[in-house]
C-alpha cells in the first residue's frame, strides 16, 4: 500500500495517519490532537533554527540573500497569492484530484463538493452575516435620515437616535446584564 493509500485508508475512517490510527480525529482535522501540537510544535522550532541560519523560513533550504524565501517559495506564494491564475488552477486541480478541499488544502473534500465541510460552512456563515449587517446598516441609516429610533422605528425625539422607551429599555438590559457577571463572578470565587 502506498503512502496516499495508506493516508487515505486512515482518514476514511477518522482516524489519524500520523501516529497510525491510535487516535481519532476531530471533525474537519486531519490529525488528531497530540500529533496536531508535535507538528506545529516541529513547525515553530525549525522556521526559528531556519531563520536564524539564513535558510528559507519556509522549508529550509538555501534562500536568496534578500528574501526570507527561497526561489521555489517565492514562487509558490506569489503564485497563490498575488494572482497568478494558471498556477492557482494548477494548484486546485491537483487538490481535487487528490479529493481534499481546494480552498485549504488540508482536509477531504465533501461528497459532490470541492471545498470541506468546515470551509463550506465558513462561507455560509461569512455571506449570511455579511448579507445581514449591509440590510441593518441600510435600515439604520434610513430611520436616522428619517428621524426615527434605530431600534423600534417610532420617533426619536430630541435629535437622538433612540425613542425614550428604547433608551430605558437599553439602560435596563445594561443594568440586568451587569447584575448578572457580578453574581457569576461571586459565585464562581465561592466554589473555589
Known sequence: MSRSEN??????RGLC????GKARVEEGRVLCRECQEKH???????RAQWKAQGLCTRCGGERDSKWKLCAKCRAY??????GDAEAAKARRDALREKGFCTRCGQTWAEPGRSWCKKCLEE?????RSAEQRRKADERRRARVEAGLCIDCGKPAKDGKQRCRACIEAR?????????MQRIRKE???QMK
Open 40 to 46: 506545529d510544535r516541529w513547525q515553530r522550532e525549525s
Open 17 to 20: 495517519p500520523r501516529c497510525g
Open 123 to 127: 462561507h455560509r456563515k461569512y455571506t
Open 171 to 179: 439602560r435596563d438590559s445594561t443594568r440586568k446584564y451587569k447584575i
Open 7 to 12: 493516508r487515505a485508508y486512515y482518514l476514511s
Open 187 to 189: 459565585t464562581l470565587t
Open 77 to 82: 506564494r506569489d503564485a497563490n497569492k498575488h
